[in-house]
């Protein structure tokens, strides 16, 4: 079983800079492994750090202590030491995120949108387009939007431009932060499917998801984040 992140004794803790440097410990020397082709599941209550330690393991978040080594072009990289050009190509090549909501960039349409990451990688135009139409046809996007850009897109069609675009690309690690949150039953199932299809290409995911039954869908660990406890991992399957 390949190890593809590596978290040793993680702490984050945030400085309130405007309040009069309050500290918000959320982080607790947390460790932890994720592994090639399996889905860990991050889960406590609300405000326990999950979409915090999700967004230190895609480097938006520097550590206050602590380690998250990535399996990264045959190395251990740490994320916490890594240079900024490290990061560039860690977030290219290697770590793939879906955030929850879009981030719009204004007057590109859809299509580019889903086919950015792979232009980025040099991928030829033709091969980006069939792979994103393949997919905005999977997520039910439908044609007449394709070429508008996605800033006036429903909440559930945003996330759906949204989860296309992080699946376009073969990432050896995916990230997801509650990517069906505003979905209905049908683009939830689709969303699982493509789970468990990026899962036996070898891909390691890590996500929060809220809904029980897409967990049990797809969970082989649960990661309880906790910032008092130690935080175990447990094995479902
Ligand atoms: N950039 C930040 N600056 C200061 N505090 C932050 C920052 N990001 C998160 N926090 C605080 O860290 C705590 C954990 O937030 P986080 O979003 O990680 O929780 P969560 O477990 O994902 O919650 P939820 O399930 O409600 O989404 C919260 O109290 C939040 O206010």
Redesign the pocket.
Known sequence: MTTMIHVEQLSKT?T?HNQGGIQ?P?LNKIDLKIFAGQCTVLH??????????LRSLYANYLPSSGSIYVHHQNNMLDLATASSHQLLDVRRHTIGYVSQFLRVIPRVSTLDVVKQPLKERGVSDDVATEKATHLLQQLNIPERLWSLPPSTFSGGEQQRVNIARGFIQDYPILLLDEPTASLDQKNTDVVVQLIKDALAKGTAIVG?FHDAQVRKAVADHVFS?NTTANNPTSSIN
């Open positions: 945030f309130l918000l959320i406590g209550e609300s405000g326990s750090g999950k979409s915090t330690l929060i984040v």
